[in-house]
């Protein structure tokens, strides 16, 4: 999908796909589809401005660049953030609400990795129920 908005150049939710953006997401098969191992769903997000976010060299602005949240961005202006990476909580729900559709009852998600705990990325568990055969 990514290719052929490149190609027709066409934007992705605002964001340029440049080569680089395509490779830097075609390397990360946690982004997108998520990764499965057993019955956890590992998933990563995209940067929110992944072109921004690739040529850059400072870790803050990284973050800046890497996050969706206009809250947590706006706290990223002034250098680090002062909010609590439970605030990306709402990420992980985000991330889970399809497979709720899907099974039909509540998910776990957690937060694993997250700009707001001094990471470059955002990723996250979704963990599927035991009896899954999907």
């Known amino acids: 999908e990514l290719e052929k908005i490149m190609n027709e150049g066409r934007l992705y ?3 340029e796909i ?3 953006v395509l490779e830097y997401v075609r390397n990360d098969p946690e982004i997108g589809q998520g990764v499965r191992v057993g019955n956890v769903i590992y998933e990563s997000k995209i940067p929110h401005m992944t072109k921004e976010f690739l040529a850059e060299t400072d870790e803050d602005k990284r973050r800046y660049y890497f996050c969706h949240c206009p809250w947590v ?3 990223f202006k002034a250098g680090r953030s002062n909010l609590s990476p439970t605030f990306c909580n709402c990420s992980a729900a985000f ?3 399809p497979w709720e559709v899907i099974y039909g009852q509540p998910i776990e998600a957690e937060v694993l990795e997250s700009v707001l705990q001094g990471d470059l990325r955002c990723r996250f568990a979704i963990h599927l129920p035991e009896s899954t055969h999907v």
């Open 73 to 75: 961005k706006e706290s």
């Open 18 to 20: 440049t080569p680089e």
């Open 95 to 97: 991330h889970k609400k």
């Open 13 to 15: 939710f605002n964001q």
